[in-house]
């Protein structure tokens, strides 16, 4: 059974080991109102039987589904998941995590923001709540380096960085600057992705356009509070952030430099636990970031005529 596009934008969702959460996150994309769309579903070789737990939403082609075969982690899945929606053939990409549970307007509020603005734009971004009602501390975007959306009241608030929590981009635009970069594995991956669009084309915060971001607390956790088991993806974040600011220049390195010093001084002072290791993590990945150089992918836009013969069921 070959998979048919049915409308044109595709909801792009990533998993990991997460089905229960995952189930909510589609079935509240598929009762969105006024405009609907595609589900294309990367699973990142989850192991708890997610395939299983929506096979009958496969076999409806209600989602799109694709194994990757290995935990490429969530920027290795939005590279995936980017690269489909283009090859399937989809004239926008809807990128969110799988605890993004999806407002029914939302969708519609983001195809109105596209009309008025003519299709003039990089990428709109929807505003993201925690589930009592409060701005999504860590999906705020941001209008400048070190500048958080504050305007919530306009139809559209110009940004320059958003985060893959109802991230909305055109297939052009993907095509034109590329993908996500994989080589990330986790975080700033969309704070690389975003900046790396807005450089060349204004973008968006759409404060019609909302969902709600099921983490577990809406409290900012950084490495110094973080447990010891939860060390490894802070090695991600400070040498990924050094990719991110070394793009901007001088105002870049001296925030990259700023922030990393007070994060420093945040564990010297604040850590109870591991707080040798946890100065070690961000002074090596720290370092680690300047002989970091990731190369960005583009759509193969070949092979791309292949996915559309492929069975809906990955």
Same mark, same amino acid.
């Given at each position: 059974?070959?998979?048919?596009?049915?409308?044109?934008v595709?909801?792009?969702?990533?998993?990991?080991?997460?089905k229960?959460?995952l189930?909510g996150?589609?079935?509240?994309?598929?009762?969105?109102?006024?405009?609907?769309?595609?589900?294309?579903l990367?699973?990142?070789?989850?192991?708890?039987?997610?395939?299983e737990?929506?096979?009958?939403l496969?076999?409806?082609?209600?989602?799109?589904?694709?194994? $990757?075969?290995?935990? !490429?982690?969530?920027?290795?899945?939005? %590279?995936? #998941?980017?690269? =489909?929606?283009?090859?399937?053939?989809?004239?926008?990409?809807?990128l969110?995590?799988?605890?993004?549970?999806?407002?029914?307007?939302?969708?519609?509020?983001?195809?109105?923001?596209?009309?008025?603005?003519?299709?003039?734009?990089?990428?709109l971004s929807?505003?993201a709540?925690? $589930?009592?009602?409060? !701005?999504?501390?860590m999906?705020r975007? %941001?209008? #400048?380096?070190? =500048?958080?959306?504050?305007?919530?009241?306009k139809?559209?608030?110009?940004?320059i960085?958003?985060?893959?929590?109802?991230?909305?981009?055109?297939?052009?635009?993907i095509?034109?600057?590329?993908?996500?970069?994989?080589?990330?594995?986790?975080?700033?991956?969309?704070?690389?992705?975003?900046?790396?669009?807005?450089?060349?084309?204004?973008?968006?915060?759409v404060p019609?356009?909302?969902?709600?971001?099921?983490?577990?607390?809406?409290?900012?956790?950084?490495?110094?509070?973080?447990?010891?088991?939860?060390?490894?993806?802070y090695r991600?974040?400070?040498?990924?952030?050094?990719?991110?600011?070394?793009?901007?220049?001088l105002?870049?390195?001296?925030?990259?430099?700023?922030?990393?010093?007070?994060?420093?001084?945040?564990v010297?002072?604040?850590?109870?636990?591991?707080?040798?290791?946890?100065?070690?993590?961000?002074k090596?990945?720290?370092?680690?970031?300047?002989h970091?150089?990731?190369?960005?992918?583009?759509?193969?836009?070949?092979?791309?005529k292949?996915?559309?013969?492929?069975?809906?069921?990955?």
């Amino acid at each position: 059974m070959k998979w048919q596009r049915k409308h044109p934008v595709a909801a792009v969702v990533v998993t990991y080991n997460r089905k229960d959460m995952l189930k909510g996150c589609l079935e509240h994309l598929l009762l969105l109102e006024k405009e609907q769309c595609d589900i294309i579903l990367i699973d990142n070789a989850s192991t708890d039987g997610t395939k299983e737990a929506i096979q009958d939403l496969i076999d409806r082609q209600q989602v799109y589904y694709f194994n $990757t075969g290995e935990n !490429i982690g969530g920027a290795g899945g939005f %590279r995936v #998941g980017s690269e =489909k929606a283009v090859q399937l053939g989809y004239d926008y990409a809807w990128l969110m995590d799988d605890d993004t549970y999806v407002t029914p307007l939302a969708l519609s509020e983001l195809l109105k923001a596209d009309r008025r603005l003519d299709g003039r734009y990089g990428f709109l971004s929807g505003i993201a709540y925690w $589930t009592d009602g409060s !701005i999504c501390n860590m999906n705020r975007q %941001r209008t #400048g380096l070190h =500048k958080k959306l504050e305007d919530y009241t306009k139809d559209q608030v110009p940004v320059i960085m958003a985060t893959f929590v109802s991230f909305f981009v055109k297939a052009d635009v993907i095509v034109k600057y590329g993908l996500p970069i994989q080589d990330f594995f986790i975080w700033s991956d969309d704070l690389e992705y975003s900046r790396r669009i807005s450089r060349h084309l204004p973008c968006y915060a759409v404060p019609a356009s909302r969902v709600v971001h099921r983490m577990g607390s809406n409290q900012k956790v950084g490495i110094e509070q973080d447990s010891p088991d939860r060390l490894w993806r802070y090695r991600y974040m400070y040498r990924n952030e050094v990719v991110l600011y070394r793009r901007e220049g001088l105002k870049g390195y001296l925030y990259l430099y700023a922030r990393t010093a007070f994060h420093l001084l945040k564990v010297l002072f604040k850590a109870k636990t591991a707080k040798s290791e946890k100065l070690k993590v961000i002074k090596t990945s720290f370092k680690k970031g300047f002989h970091f150089h990731p190369q960005i992918e583009y759509v193969n836009l070949e092979e791309g005529k292949a996915d559309h013969d492929e069975s809906a069921g990955g």
